[in-house]
């Protein structure tokens, strides 16, 4: 256990029963301080010197309560009060992880700041906290146990949270890079003797050994879970997710994973693609965990719509849509990254990725490249997909909502369905007819096809890629032509349209040479 000393003379303070305690010293005390039921008879200049408060204290006193003051709300009581007047006549006195927490907040509350004195005991007792304290795993839990009889001081001051972010950090660390140590608590290894050869004149630094005693720290963490203040941010997302990642670990209560995951699901927006990558004993990623995240999410957004569509004042006087969208989105899009991440597991199963796209689906976004992404990335690391498969994946994308970038490597995409690339490039006909710009009848669009479902859902071939890149070089030409004129940009657009009109050409030549298109006369389309 970490300690500090301070002061160095002896401590000549004294008891007279229980409710009485004095400096035992030839000159006279001039002042008595009531603390709780116990009284403290001192001398002004030491508290004085180095308590603001008790300054203010002193100098409000009137004459018919002479040198007496009252102090009743002193956080830690007489033991604390009497650890900061020690320090005030420079006694010796020893900090622990025991007494340190009631100490600072005590000092806190008597203002012994440095703008009172130099080297004054809020200085101090922050500097052992940070360099020996919150270093310690076993000290942070002692503190966080003390901080109980402390509120709101210790939260104030960010005794609570600094506790937590300590024991967090290291129950999140890699055993591999820590170093074993001696502690009081422990007796040597054999090894640890000095007996043990040396490794290149170097003594190899031991390992930690695994834990035996899991149930201490299931225990410890659902303490932490049931500490978490329960106002909405007041805990940073990454945090709770690293939290909720020891508390799957440890197998602690389901009530309490519950509970983390709905305050998580609450703060989704917080949160970053790596926060998500939570392990599975199955797969590289944890999907069930995220699903479980953004189905709270979605919850939590429904719930706050409805109440906020149920006060008319609001309904009347702004707009419900833009902060609930404007999250929706964040999620959409950390969703879109998390999906590009775990497609590069072999063993993810389709139905898991296509459930977790499909939950923010109905989310505004700016547009689906990152789910194009994805879905190209999935299809990529899992070659033997089926046709139905293939069809089922990529009917989560909406091509037209790619940007011009994502339609032209879509296009040249060997993995894509045939349907797809169809789909993409009639996207980009109809956005061209958008803009105003005559564009010529699509081959086939006036007649009937009769090629089957699995036509359409094969992969393109190797002719026809190659057909599409040579159309899509001309296309991209006519995209980055002169802008010298009006003239000149009509002529552009206009060519646009036939260089897409010759794509389709070149589809459908390549499906009447298979034989894979007859020449019925119904009526159809060619994105049946």
């Given amino acids: 256990m970490k300690f500090m000393k301070l002061g160095s003379k002896p401590d000549s303070f004294q008891a007279d029963g229980d409710n009485i305690r004095y400096v035992a010293t030839e000159l006279a005390t001039d002042v008595v301080v009531n603390v709780g039921d116990v009284k403290f008879y001192l001398h ?232 998500l990558l939570i392990q599975s004993p199955t797969t590289k990623c944890n999907v069930d965990i995220v699903q479980g995240l953004v189905d709270k999410f979605v919850a939590y957004e429904q719930n706050a719509r409805s109440a906020l569509l149920v006060d008319s004042d609001l309904q009347e006087n702004r707009s419900p849509k833009s902060a609930p969208d404007a999250s929706k989105a964040v999620v959409a899009k950390l969703v879109e990254g998390y999906l590009a991440e775990i497609a590069r597991d072999p063993n993810l199963p389709l139905s898991k990725f296509v459930h977790l796209a499909e939950t923010v689906s109905g989310f505004g976004r700016p547009s689906h490249d990152g789910l194009y992404r994805a879905i190209d990335m999935y299809l990529k690391e899992h070659p033997g997909m089926s046709k139905s498969e293939r069809k089922r994946i990529c009917r989560l994308m909406d091509c037209r909502r790619l940007s011009a970038d994502a339609c032209v490597h879509a296009v040249q995409n060997e993995r894509l369905p045939l349907r797809v690339v169809v789909q993409v490039l009639f996207s980009e006909q109809v956005r061209q007819a958008a803009s105003g710009v005559d564009t010529p009848e699509l081959p086939g669009s006036s007649r009937s096809t009769t090629n089957t479902e699995e036509d359409w859902d094969a992969v393109p071939t190797a002719e026809d890629i190659k057909a599409l890149k040579g159309e899509l070089a001309t296309l991209r030409l006519g995209r980055s032509g002169s802008d010298r004129d009006l003239n000149e940009k009509v002529a552009a657009s206009k060519m646009k349209g036939v260089v897409l009109s010759k794509i389709f050409s070149k589809l459908w030549s390549n499906k009447e040479r298979n034989g894979e298109i007859s020449s019925s006369d119904t009526s159809g389309s060619a994105t049946a």
Wanted: aromatic share 8%.
């Fill in 44 to 275: 002004k200049f030491p508290l004085l010197s180095k308590s603001e408060h008790l300054q203010k204290l002193v100098a409000s006193t009137n004459d018919e309560n002479g040198d007496e003051i009252l102090i009743q709300e002193i956080p830690g009581g007489p033991a604390a009060f009497e650890i900061c007047a020690k320090f005030c006549y420079g006694m010796a006195v020893t900090l622990n992880a025991y007494n340190v927490a009631a100490a600072r907040c005590a000092a806190e509350y008597l203002e012994m700041y440095e703008s009172v004195e130099k080297g004054n005991l809020v200085y101090k007792i922050d500097i052992f906290l940070n360099s020996s304290i919150f270093r310690s795993w076993k000290d942070s839990i002692i503190i966080l146990q003390t901080t109980k009889s402390l509120l709101p001081w210790a939260e104030e001051l960010k005794l609570v949270s600094r506790c937590l972010d300590s024991i967090a950090s290291k129950a999140c660390m890699d055993t591999n890079m820590v170093e074993w140590s001696y502690t009081y608590s422990r007796k040597k290894l054999p090894s640890e003797n000095g007996k043990d050869p040396l490794w290149n004149g170097v003594r190899k630094p031991q390992a930690v050994p695994r834990d035996c005693d899991v149930t201490k720290h299931r225990s410890l963490a659902e303490t932490i879970v049931g500490l978490l203040p329960a106002e909405k941010g007041s805990v940073p997302c990454g945090f709770m997710l690293r939290l909720l990642r020891a508390a799957m670990l440890l197998e602690c209560e389901e009530t309490g994973r519950n509970e983390l995951m709905r305050r998580i699901g609450q703060q989704l927006d917080e949160a970053t693609v790596a926060d």
